[in-house]
């Protein structure tokens, strides 16, 4: 049973960076897509960063130019570097991966304050 354990989150004033890091549990994973979504309450879980196996990766408007998601296929690790975090960041984050069978972690508390 594939497991996501998620590290990185807390608490960070606007404008600061945090590093969100995702690791999955066994060897030999061929990982074929890594995502990180997030929630704020009140809201719908929305996709954040997508990373694919080649190394492609996608962002949303809102992040574009911030964010930065990275996978290390080795520790079958995924990354996402936050920077010039804002108030409206504020989110459980969680991340995702496809094996092709989907795996996600517990959610991860990141809060921006003002």
Same mark, same amino acid.
């Given at each position: 049973q594939v497991q996501l354990v998620e590290s990185g989150g807390g608490l960070v004033q606007a404008g600061g960076s945090l590093r969100l890091s995702c690791a999955a549990s066994g060897s030999g994973l061929s990982i074929r897509v890594m995502r990180w979504y997030r929630q704020s309450p009140g809201k719908q879980r929305e996709l954040v960063a997508t990373i694919i196996s080649g190394g492609t990766t996608n962002y949303a408007d809102s992040v574009k130019g911030r964010f930065t998601i990275s996978r290390d $296929?080795?520790? $079958?690790? +995924?990354?996402?570097? +936050? $920077?010039?975090?804002?108030?409206? *960041?504020?989110?459980?984050?969680?991340?995702?991966?496809?094996?092709? *069978?989907?795996?996600?972690?517990?959610?991860?508390?990141?809060?921006?304050?003002?």
């Open positions: $296929n080795v520790k $079958n690790t +995924m990354y996402l570097q +936050m $920077n010039s975090l804002k108030p409206e *960041d504020t989110a459980v984050y969680y991340c995702r991966m496809t094996l092709p *069978d989907d795996h996600w972690g517990q959610g991860i508390q990141v809060t921006v304050s003002s």
